[in-house]
């Protein structure tokens, strides 16, 4: 719901025409784990004897069709958790790609700033005031005011800067919550002397209503898709509402917490507790949302990211510390999967990063900027990405 007090900050990011719907865009979804997730018992390296000495009672048994909790073979090496089951057929189908040894370059350990650095796009800088997301939106002269869009309560940094963008936790309740004033907001602005300011009343009314519409349509997922119940699944059911209602979406934005494990990461079997059950939703809401996308998934590449990783050893309660290198993951349509990409660093002593975290070897941006030149279409990597060499993966990720 957008009450009046949020309006004017909203408002200064909406300023522009509605494109004409009905014109299918290029698709890029950005899922961030909050709380620095531990990609090692999310992508197992089973094949790393080291993993299983580091991590005497959290580690995932390696695959085995005795074993229910076992980790899922994806190459001999590495494995899915086991509560990842709904996207092994993705890789199977080669539409899923795993990076390893992927992060920021920045060695902060503090969730606020890490974050900040990933979503600005410029690790180590904390002045910088737009978000990545937005500035790899091409100048478009009459842009859907629902171009960029956030299923959150509250503009997050990827996605603030000079091209529009909307936060919203609900597609149905969307709106400004009180119409008499509404009324009242919208003859004001119908009314004011400057033009930026009228067009910036008029769009800010015609993107609230363009939205009220979808949210008014009737909807039920596709191929039989359903969604679980958490808030990632249902977040990723409204935005593929948006792609499918075809209202000129290009980048997406929503998030997930709760990946801070320093304690019971995983419970007595490793298909249980905190972690296990936050990668069943996870896992659960991907499948879902490309069953429910069918062949529209051509249009569509999503990437998972987190602000660090965890550390190599676990800690006395069963848990894992702030590390450094994590996991990333990329599906869609033109996704060259069925691969794990990135140099693996190992975990041996000399190998981890100050000697506890596993080791940086591709930067996030690396990744990032593939995704946003081939798939978005924008080659402007020195304005998306400042202050970064450009570095490309060293196999194409995009078919």
Do not use: C
Not at 150 to 168: E, H, I, K, Q, Y
Not at 318 to 335: E, K, L, P, S
């Amino acid at each position: 719901m957008l009450g009046m007090g949020a309006a004017p900050g909203w408002l200064s990011r909406v300023l522009y025409a509605k494109e004409a719907p009905g014109a299918r865009k290029k698709v890029l979804i950005a899922i961030f784990q909050r709380g620095a997730v531990d990609g090692l018992n999310v992508v197992v390296p089973f094949g790393e004897k080291r993993y299983y000495d580091l991590r005497p009672t959290i580690a995932v048994p390696a695959p085995s069709r005795r074993n229910e909790d076992a980790a899922i073979d994806l190459d001999g090496f590495f494995g899915l958790h086991p509560n990842l089951a709904a996207l092994k057929p993705l890789w199977d189908r080669r539409m899923l790609a795993i990076v390893e040894g992927a992060g920021s370059p920045d060695p902060t350990r503090s969730h606020f700033d890490a974050q900040d650095y990933m979503e600005s796009g410029t690790p180590g800088i904390k002045s910088t005031q737009t978000g990545w997301l937005n500035r790899s939106l091409l100048h478009e002269l009459h842009p859907s005011p629902l171009r960029a869009v956030s299923l959150t309560p509250d503009l997050p940094v990827t996605l603030r800067g000079p091209n529009g963008a909307v936060a919203v936790e609900s597609i149905r309740n969307f709106r400004i919550s009180d119409p008499s004033a509404a009324k009242l907001f919208e003859n004001l602005y119908e009314s004011a002397p400057d033009s930026m300011l009228n067009a910036t009343g008029r769009e800010t009314f015609e993107a609230v209503k363009l939205m009220q519409a979808v949210g008014k349509r009737p909807y039920e997922p596709a191929n039989g898709a359903i969604y679980p119940a958490g808030k990632l699944g249902q977040n990723l059911r409204q935005i593929a509402r948006l792609i499918k209602a075809d209202v000129g979406l290009e980048v997406a934005f929503t998030d997930i917490g709760g990946w801070d494990t320093h304690v019971h990461e995983m419970g007595p079997r490793a298909s249980v507790g905190r972690l296990p059950n936050l990668l069943r939703q996870f896992g659960d809401a991907l499948a879902a949302f490309s069953q429910d996308m069918g062949d529209r998934m051509e249009d569509v590449v999503l990437v998972t990211m987190s602000e660090f990783g965890r550390t190599a050893k676990e800690n006395g309660n069963r848990g894992t510390d702030h590390g450094h290198a994590n996991v990333m993951f990329i599906f869609g349509g033109a996704v060259r999967g069925g691969k794990v990409y990135g140099k693996w660093p190992g975990m041996q002593p000399e190998q981890l990063y100050q000697g506890r975290d596993l080791a940086l070897t591709t930067d996030f941006r690396t990744v990032l900027s593939e995704l946003v030149r081939n798939h978005l279409g924008d080659a402007r990597m020195a304005s998306v990405f400042p202050n970064f060499a450009g570095h490309r993966m060293s196999e194409p990720l995009l078919a």
